[in-house]
């Protein structure tokens, strides 16, 4: 008996050993998968931001200009129309030619005209505009370099030489010379910022793309959670179970995994096509995500509802409390933390999604700022696909850049979603 | 005064026909129930009733009576109807969609499944307590106000608080609780969460109160304390109680309802029924053959 004990607990022991053994492997295997995980995200994050923190800061040229009237050909500044045509491009021409008399030939003064931004014209007239007095003065700037110029005074100091590309003999002396006196530096790239798309690299910003993401994922959270959480609770709650719920059960399912341009398609043949609402404007594109992002909200809402205990539920029935009063006193509050994460993880997705919007047309080229959810617009991802597809190099940076800024909202937005379910999550 | 089972199918609103295809009672099924299970005074009377879970039959023509302030012990062993039964009695059996019931109800003079009777009226009537303790997730005074709030039994905030206060005395966590009103009632031990739930069913008074094992998560102390508390309310309350100690149905109740695989074996008085119960099934399981 005693050694039937001792090869007992023998035999376990070498067990015990190859259990050990595979526990060990396992957490290896598990190491490396998430090892493997951090990895890639490291290298996309450092490649990113290597390549588009450039983007941040702009080349600036300090020049010295004459708002001549002679060379705006404005006599009254009440009048809009001269105002309009007025020739500022050439105030900032004469600028350069009085700052470098040594370049006079056609072709260095050619050189010249390229310096500046062609959009910062349209600064100069605005400056005007507001400032009546300078009329036939003179004043100091620090104006947006173009993007030639700009790309060729980033990699000034590189290993393997500065990148000359498009820049001309002319223009890297007249680069030197502002560089001896001190009149080029690299700025907080503003524009970026505050502008919207721009044929010029230079002038090109993100917040015409950020603030259309942001009136389309307002209708989208404004449509697709009420609708979620409605079509959620009924389901779970009131629908009787038969053939006609399964139905809708496997549909929702299914719908969840339809490729997201097929609700692009919808969205094209039914607003655009039947409806005949314009295109390239959040409203469409808010209607669009929200058939893309309502099966989640719904499956995520059905799990909350699901996870909340059936007897507070019996509680609540067993003291009087209708249907309803049970939904709205109970279940609702203590589902509604699962049912907001479900909700933002289902806005992130909207906010990375390009291809639908495609089809909807919010992939033109929109300049100005829009005004509100009717007006045309572009988001933040398909701002990326437009300038990942420009020909200057200057956009390469551009579009690292807005992919950081996208990133950064997603992660704000996941951050919050998990922020609040932590908040709000009650134990029982 | 007696009625036998037939007398009782001329009730109002007894349910005769149950859907067609369900199972048809074999002879068995016309058992009759020894002993005494009708009473002279009676507040509630429930005649021939029949609760099927899909095509599967669980109660089997139950009749009994519950008198005026009684406290009734159902006892039998695991799956053979009880909470069944105690849950039609409140129809929280409505919430489940195959849960079929049949017979009759009667709660005073009211039909508990007529159609003109609402469910949430009835449940101001007869209140509930479950196997686990099941506080809300709130604050231990919004607990016990739920209840009136919902009913719209109180109007001014200094009567709730007077309702919440003599509930939770009789309940008898007043005494504990009094100075964490506030604090939530899921943060009290297992025993004050079954008397916080005592509490909130007899804050809107109801005539009856149905519990199913309320002491079966509770360790002893918890348990007598519950005991005693169920001996206070019978004076004000009438209660049907679940058990499957028979200790325990020996001590708290007047009367004692042996349950069988379905059907309802015996009733009488609850001295009677552990020490001469009068069919042999009750005898095996009191004396513990079986369950
Ligand atoms: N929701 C349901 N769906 C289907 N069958 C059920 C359901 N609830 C109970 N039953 C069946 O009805 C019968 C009686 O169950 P019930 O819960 O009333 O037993 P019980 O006497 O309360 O048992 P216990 O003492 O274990 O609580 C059992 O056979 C059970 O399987
Ligand atoms: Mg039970």
Same mark, same amino acid.
């Given at each position: 008996m005693i050694e039937d004990h001792q090869k007992k607990a023998e035999q376990v022991a070498r067990g015990l050993k190859r259990r050990y053994r595979a526990e060990k492997r396992f957490r290896f295997y598990g190491i490396m998968a998430v090892a493997f995980g951090l990895l890639a995200v490291a290298v996309l994050f450092t490649d990113i931001i290597t390549k588009g923190s450039g983007a941040f800061r702009q080349t600036y040229i300090q020049l010295t200009v004459h708002y001549d009237p002679e060379v705006l050909d404005i006599t009254d500044l009440r009048d809009e129309s001269q105002v309009a045509l007025g020739n500022f491009s050439g105030v900032i021409r004469q600028g350069l030619y009085d700052r470098f008399p040594q370049f006079s030939s056609r072709n260095d003064k050619r050189e010249l005209n390229k310096?500046?931004?062609?959009?910062?014209?349209?600064?100069?007239?605005?400056? !005007?505009?507001?400032?009546?007095?300078?009329?036939?003065?003179?004043?100091?700037?620090w104006l947006v370099a173009d993007d030639d110029i700009d790309t060729y005074f980033k990699s000034y100091g590189d290993s393997g030489g500065a990148f000359t590309g498009r820049v001309s003999e002319t223009q890297r002396a007249v680069v030197e010379g502002l560089k001896q006196s001190g009149d080029i530096r690299l700025k907080l790239n503003t524009n970026f910022f505050t502008k919207g798309d721009s044929r010029e690299p230079e002038q090109a910003g993100i917040w015409g793309?950020?603030?259309?993401s942001f009136f389309t994922l307002v209708i989208t959270l404004a449509l697709s959670f009420p609708i979620g959480v409605a079509a959620a609770i009924y389901l779970e709650e009131f629908a009787p179970r038969n053939r006609w719920t399964d139905l809708i059960e496997v549909n929702i399912n299914n719908l969840a995994a339809v490729p997201s341009i097929i609700f692009g398609l919808l969205g094209l043949a039914i607003f655009i096509?039947?409806?005949?609402?314009?295109?390239?404007?959040?409203?469409?594109?808010?209607?669009?995500?929200?058939?893309?992002?309502?099966?989640?909200?719904?499956?995520?809402?059905?799990?909350?509802?699901?996870?909340?205990?059936p007897s507070i539920r019996e509680a609540a029935i067993g003291i009087g409390a209708s249907p309803m009063q049970v939904v709205m006193h109970h279940v609702l509050p203590l589902a509604m933390p699962?049912?907001?994460?479900?909700?933002?993880?289902?806005?992130?997705?909207?906010?990375?999604?390009?291809?639908?919007? !495609?089809?909807?047309?919010?992939?033109?080229f929109i300049v100005d700022i829009p005004s509100g959810p009717a007006s045309p617009a572009t988001v933040l991802p398909v701002q990326i696909f437009l300038w990942a597809d420009s020909p200057e190099r200057a956009f390469v940076e551009k579009t690292s850049?807005?992919?950081?800024?996208?990133?950064?909202?997603?992660?704000?937005?996941?951050?919050?979603?998990?922020? !609040?379910?932590?908040r709000l999550e009650r134990r029982w | 005064?007696?009625?036998?089972? /037939?007398?009782?199918?001329?009730?109002?609103?007894?349910?005769?026909?149950?859907?067609?295809?369900?199972?048809?009672?074999?002879?068995?099924?016309?058992?009759?129930?020894?002993?005494?299970?009708?009473?002279?005074?009676?507040?509630?009377?429930?005649? /021939?009733?029949?609760?099927?879970?899909?095509?599967?039959?669980?109660?089997?023509?139950?009749?009994?009576?519950?008198?005026k302030n009684e406290v009734i012990a159902m006892i039998g062993p695991s799956g053979c109807g009880k909470s069944t039964f105690l849950r039609s009695i409140n129809r929280m059996n409505d919430t489940i969609d195959i849960c079929k019931v049949s017979g009759s109800f009667i709660l005073d003079e009211d039909d508990i499944y007529a159609k003109s009777m609402d469910v949430v009226?009835?449940?101001?009537?007869?209140?509930?307590?479950?196997?686990?303790?099941?506080?809300?997730?709130?604050?231990?005074?919004?607990?016990?106000?739920?209840?009136?709030? !919902?009913?719209?039994?109180?109007?001014?905030?200094?009567?709730?608080?007077?309702?919440?206060?003599?509930?939770?005395?009789?309940?008898?966590?007043?005494?504990?609780?009094?100075?964490?009103?506030?604090?939530?009632?899921?943060?009290?031990?297992?025993?004050?969460?079954?008397?916080?739930?005592?509490?909130?069913?007899?804050a809107i008074s109801p005539d009856v109160i149905l519990m199913d094992e309320p002491c079966s998560?509770?360790?002893?102390?918890?348990?007598?304390?519950?005991?005693?508390?169920?001996?206070?309310?019978?004076?004000?309350?009438?209660?049907?109680?679940?058990?499957?100690?028979?200790?325990?149905?020996?001590?708290?109740?007047?009367?004692?309802?042996?349950?069988?695989?379905?059907?309802?074996?015996?009733?009488?008085?609850?001295?009677?029924?552990?020490?001469?119960?009068?069919?042999?099934l009750t005898e095996a399981y009191i004396t513990g053959r079986f369950g």
């Open positions: 310096m500046i931004s062609s959009g910062e014209g349209f600064e100069l007239r605005d400056r !005007l505009v507001e400032n009546p007095s300078l009329l036939g003065r003179s004043e100091t700037l793309a950020v603030v259309g096509n039947f409806f005949e609402v314009p295109r390239s404007i959040p409203v469409i594109g808010g209607l669009v995500l929200t058939l893309m992002t309502l099966p989640t909200i719904i499956i995520t809402s059905r799990a909350a509802i699901k996870a909340v205990p699962g049912m907001l994460t479900g909700a933002i993880i289902g806005m992130a997705q909207a906010l990375g999604e390009t291809a639908p919007l !495609l089809m909807i047309g919010m992939v033109a850049a807005a992919i950081m800024v996208l990133l950064a909202f997603l992660i704000l937005m996941n951050t919050t979603a998990i922020w !609040l379910r932590k | 005064m007696t009625m036998t089972a /037939n007398e009782a199918r001329d009730l109002p609103g007894a349910v005769k026909a149950v859907k067609e295809g369900y199972t048809v009672h074999d002879s068995s099924a016309d058992y009759q129930t020894v002993g005494s299970p009708f009473v002279a005074e009676p507040k509630m009377r429930i005649r /021939n009733v029949d609760v099927f879970y899909g095509s599967e039959q669980a109660l089997f023509n139950v009749s009994v009576d519950i008198g009226a009835l449940r101001a009537r007869v209140g509930m307590v479950f196997q686990k303790p099941n506080p809300f997730p709130k604050s231990i005074y919004d607990n016990v106000a739920y209840g009136p709030k !919902l009913h719209g039994l109180v109007s001014r905030k200094s009567d709730l608080d007077e309702v919440v206060e003599t509930s939770l005395k009789r309940a008898g966590l007043w005494g504990e609780v009094k100075d964490r009103l506030l604090k939530p009632g899921t943060g009290l031990s297992g025993g004050q969460q079954q008397r916080l739930c005592i509490a909130r069913a007899i998560a509770l360790d002893p102390i918890a348990t007598a304390r519950i005991e005693e508390l169920i001996a206070e309310l019978s004076e004000n309350y009438t209660i049907a109680i679940v058990t499957h100690s028979m200790q325990q149905a020996a001590r708290v109740s007047q009367r004692t309802a042996y349950f069988h695989l379905g059907k309802l074996i015996e009733v009488n008085d609850t001295e009677r029924v552990f020490t001469n119960p009068e069919h042999e």
